[in-house]
């Protein structure tokens, strides 16, 4: 019985076909192996805190932190936490001088849509760059809030 080899140098030529095209999409993407990440923020990134939607209602009521919306602003529009600010995440140095009077010190939820969602994480670590040192992420966002019927504007 003869046993023939093109069967396996496709598969070898086909997995280094897929290496090269995933190398190639971090490189461009600058992730993964490619990432400039800054060590620092990562680990900035681990501390941020997340919150419960019981957490997010008793910040709300106490009027210890300032919500921050991070969903496109048309969504903002359409439906958002009472007395949030919307700096949407894909317009974000636009929006960034909203922050110019906030304190550094101030405590700042970063909410999206809900939990499949991550620009809240990713609006998050802008502001942690920026030095907000009390950034948390109301994950369950807009749809949680919404759903029980807390206090919401539309505009």
Known sequence: ??????????????????????????????????????????????????????????????REALFIDSRHDFEYK???????????????????????????DKILIVYCDGIECNSSLELAMKLMELRYVNVKIFFGGWQEWKTHNYPVDYQ
């Open 1 to 62: 019985m003869k046993i023939s080899r093109q069967p396996i140098l496709e598969a070898l030529l086909l997995i280094a076909a897929a290496a090269a095209l995933g190398f190639g999409y971090t490189f461009v993407t600058k992730q993964g192996f490619f990432s400039k990440e800054n060590p620092a923020l990562s680990a900035s990134a681990a501390n941020l805190e997340m919150i419960t939607l019981e957490k997010a209602k008793e910040f709300y009521e106490s």
């Open 78 to 104: 359409m439906g958002h936490i009472h007395g949030s600010i919307s700096i949407a995440l894909n317009e974000f140095d636009t929006h960034r001088s909203q922050l110019g009077d906030i304190p550094k």
